[in-house]
């Protein structure tokens, strides 16, 4: 059932609507009462969750019967960022995502957030699904902030990801969505992976197997389910290395993502198209696996070219 | 007068980005001026720019007194300005959400690194700063509640209004924040515009600024004192909302009186040309902000109005 959660007139002969599909089970008499809500697209630019979204529905109706609870999908948080490639709130330059908890009385974009939050919260887990941005791709990964860890770790461990990285509080990060609901005891797991603008059906396939995992754990799914992989746990902020480009060039990466490194090893150069020269080469500091790498080529000094992840943890 | 680079990063096609600043005087670190951190404050660096002139004629007439120093830095983000684009060039973050800087960081918390070095270590910090919404303000100073904020201080830029307002959890990344932890005296101070330029508000801010050196004994500098500031606390303004979207026809703009009531603008519908709302004045006031773009949303507070004391 397709629900509109927030509408606002926009300026000229258009209203902006927020929308969610409610999918439960056809009788109403096998609902355990739980309930997961599946997030996506606060930046506009960030695609991989539609595919989750479309993927997710088509198999629950495939089996419709092994239904036990609601599942609630919101695929376009902002919309006409979405419409119009633009990660924030077009017309406002506003990152969505530092919006939360919102404000019912407020300005348009701080009614929508109020509505949308009031919305997702009460569910039993919620999913908010990020592909990081046009400059990273990222491998499969859900992060938590640290004070959440306790609580959010174990459901996240049974999503069927690559890594769960724990990062450090700060204050900036207490007006995002995530926060917000995990502060209003509403676990919410932000999901990052694959890169902006493009959508990685494989990803895609391994979190729409793990989001079945993790509503059969719920009782909300009666259907088979993947046993999940065991996921690459980081807490330590010493675990991960950034790599910043010490030039402004084009980056050319010489490595895949996902790959482990030795100490050493060249990752890829930043090259000088008019010179014909290259400027700086990129070469691992340690021993570990790229979980993060630069795709959007043209890198300034400073732009992240990558993250890598210590051995030790890995193994 | 002396010109300097104070940051610098080459770039692949473009010229290098460079962020100058010009010294007057010599001494202790006593003031620095900052203007535009994002691409659209244009006025921010022209109050700048006209404050360069007015003190480089001071220095030459003698008027900077001994063992000050003072730094105007008229733009932090040229490249911005060049391609006019608000924020940072190719990732649309923004400089004053990066402070203090990290200097191993991304490009644009290094560049708030590399200025943040330069000019922590003053005693008065001053920024030209903008809103985040699109709109045209009295001139005012701008202080946040930090338990840093010396009000007594405010006063001496004689500044119509010194408005203060509680932090939000960005706040922690501005420059001005950070400045003050970095214990900087620091004020940001709105004139009237962002994207066009205000010469009355410039003249105003010009004179402020020089006011504030002349009583901190760093100019000599004789100008009329402005104004005797009233302080507002920004959760007291009233702010006058929309209700509908449309276009947006001003009645009333900023500076100007008015009375509980009276209309301060009008919201057309696009299509049939009929007012769909009348905003009105809840009370006798003073426009303190108001809205300057042809259409609004719903929802938005295009006036915010400072309540006469009975
Ligand atoms: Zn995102």
Not at chain 1, 276 to 301: A, C
């Amino acid at each position: 059932m397709i629900e509109t959660i927030a509408s606002v007139g926009l300026p000229v002969g258009e209203v902006l609507e927020i929308k969610k599909n409610r999918v439960q089970p056809d009788s109403g008499s096998n609902k355990n009462g739980k309930r997961i809500s599946i997030v996506t697209g606060i930046h506009g630019d960030e695609l991989e969750g539609q595919y989750v979204c479309y993927e997710l529905i088509r198999r629950i109706n495939e089996q419709r019967d092994k239904l036990t609870g609601i599942v609630d999908i919101y695929p376009a948080m902002n919309p006409l960022g979405i419409d119009s490639i633009t990660r924030g709130i077009p017309a406002f330059d506003l990152d969505m995502n530092r919006l939360f908890p919102g404000n019912e009385d407020g300005d348009m974009t701080e009614y929508l957030a109020a509505k949308i939050i009031n919305d997702v919260e009460g569910s039993d887990v919620v999913i908010d699904i990020h592909a990081s941005n046009i400059y990273l791709t990222e491998i499969p990964q859900i992060r938590i902030n640290e004070l959440h860890k306790e609580w959010l770790v174990p459901m996240a461990e049974k999503t069927n990801i690559d890594f769960i990285w724990v990062h450090g509080a700060s204050t900036v990060l207490e007006s995002t969505f995530a926060y917000s609901l995990n502060s209003r005891n509403t676990p919410t797991l932000v999901v990052e992976m694959g890169v902006g603008m493009r959508i990685t059906k494989e990803y895609g396939n391994q979190l729409v197997d793990g989001i079945f995992n993790l509503m059969r754990e719920m009782g909300i799914w009666q259907g088979q389910t993947i046993s999940p992989r065991k996921p690459v746990i980081s807490d330590n902020p010493d675990d991960v290395v950034y790599l910043n480009a010490s030039k402004s060039g084009v980056f050319v990466p010489k490595v895949k993502h996902w790959e482990k490194l030795k100490k050493g090893e060249c990752i890829g150069n930043i090259i000088n198209p008019l010179e014909g020269s290259v400027l700086d080469e990129i070469i691992s500091p340690i021993d570990g696996i790229l979980f993060t790498i630069r795709e959007y080529p043209i890198v300034s000094e400073g732009s992240l070219i990558g993250r890598l992840l210590r051995e030790e943890v890995v193994r | 007068m002396q010109k300097k680079v104070i940051y610098e990063i080459k770039s692949l096609y473009r010229d290098d980005f460079q962020v100058m600043g010009y010294e007057f005087g010599s001494g202790e670190n006593s003031v620095c001026i900052v203007g535009n951190t994002r691409g659209n404050e244009i006025q921010q660096i022209y109050v700048c720019s006209q404050l360069v002139k007015r003190l480089k004629a001071m220095e030459e007439e003698g008027k900077i007194s001994e063992g000050h120093k003072i730094l105007v830095i008229p733009s932090i983000n040229p490249y911005s300005v060049n391609i006019q684009k608000r924020f940072w060039t190719t990732d649309n973050t923004d400089i004053n959400r990066m402070f203090p800087g990290y200097h191993l960081g991304e490009t644009t918390q290094r560049i708030a690194a590399g200025v943040f070095e330069e000019i922590k270590d003053y005693r008065y910090g001053m920024q030209f700063t903008s809103f985040y919404m699109p709109g045209k303000f009295t001139p005012h100073v701008r202080m946040m509640k930090t338990g840093f904020e010396d009000i007594e201080l405010a006063k001496k830029f004689g500044m119509p209004y010194i408005i203060l307002r509680n932090t939000r959890p960005y706040d922690t990344t501005t420059l001005n924040y950070n400045w003050q932890i970095w214990e900087t005296n620091a004020f940001s101070i709105y004139t009237t515009s962002t994207n066009s330029i205000d010469t009355a508000s410039e003249k105003m801010a010009i004179r402020s600024v020089l006011t504030f050196m002349n009583k901190e004994g760093i100019v000599e500098y004789q100008g009329h004192d402005g104004y005797i500031s009233s302080v507002v606390d920004d959760r007291d303004m009233i702010s006058v909302r929309t209700k509908m979207s449309g276009i947006f026809e001003e009645i009333v703009g900023v500076g100007d009186e008015v009375e509980k009531g009276q209309p301060l603008a009008n919201i057309i519908n696009p299509y049939e040309g009929e007012i769909v709302e009348t905003l009105e004045a809840p009370a006798d006031s003073i426009v303190f902000f108001a809205h300057d773009e042809p259409i609004t949303y719903a929802n938005t507070a295009v006036y915010k109005l400072i309540v006469k004391k009975a």
